[in-house]
């Protein structure tokens, strides 16, 4: 069965330690593809360096509203980072969206409470023409058709098994199998203690560590919520993949 991973961070310094293990466990697990995100210039170098081939798309970029108002000031995650109000990353966003659309590259969206900003500017600015991925869908369920519409395809992330999360998982019941894809966003997000197939020490700062072959069980984990064999899903989503980023 091939499998394939629609959002993740290899490059990322809490996997580098880990990194030729973690490719041979890939591919013992039969992963064919990964998205690897870089999230700020400094990481594109590194992104670019393991790239495979040139069909490199656009992302993570998107829009945050969390880090505006869920956050203190002081938090250390903001530490050297300015935060943008929504109306700039907005525009920059659709920039980004622009060149997407232009070079007809996938773009892997962000997104954290600004749905309605985001679905504003995905409406109102040119989009790719093979489609764009809403990573880790954690939006309403009432505006999956209005995005879908707009050509989006939607990750399931492991995470949206926390209690919490409840009523977004309930969303991947029903999101059109056409439009499905998993990922991992390792090294965040480790699915729950004794689904961890791939336990991994954890980073420097103390934070847990996902490896990227847990892809397999967020596959699992999908059939089971949608009452479908594995094997049926599986070239399903490899069809959408390959369509969005190959
Ligand atoms: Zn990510």
């Given at each position: ?51 495979a081939n040139p ?147 954890p980073a420097t ?42």
């Amino acid at each position: 069965m091939n499998l394939y991973d629609a959002h993740q961070h290899l490059h990322c310094d809490a996997l580098t330690p880990h990194r030729a293990a973690i490719v041979r466990d890939l591919a013992a697990a039969g992963v064919k593809g990964v998205v690897v995100n870089g999230t700020n210039e400094e990481e594109w170098p590194v992104v670019a360096a393991l790239a495979a081939n040139p069909s490199a798309g656009i992302g993570e970029v998107g829009l945050d509203r969390w880090i505006i108002d869920g956050l203190k000031p002081d938090d250390p995650r903001l530490a050297g980072l300015r935060v943008a109000p929504l109306a700039e990353q907005s525009g920059v966003f659709a920039a980004q969206l622009a060149l997407g659309a232009e070079l007809n590259r996938a773009v892997s969206i962000h997104c954290v409470q600004a749905w309605g900003a985001l679905h504003d500017v995905l409406k109102k600015t040119p989009r790719p023409a093979r489609g764009l991925l809403l990573h880790g869908y954690a939006g309403p369920a009432e505006m999956i058709k209005n995005f879908a519409d707009l050509g989006a395809y939607f990750s399931f992330n492991i995470q949206l098994l926390e209690p919490r999360h409840a009523g977004r998982l309930e969303n991947f019941r029903h999101i059109p199998t056409k439009r499905l894809l998993v990922e991992t966003d390792a090294p965040t997000k480790p699915p729950p203690g004794d689904r961890n197939r791939f336990p991994l020490p954890p980073a420097t700062d103390g934070s847990p560590v996902n490896h990227p072959a847990n892809i397999a069980v967020a596959y699992e984990v999908l059939a089971e919520l949608r009452g479908v064999p594995l094997e049926l899903l599986a070239p399903q989503l490899e069809q959408n993949f390959r369509r969005l980023f190959c």
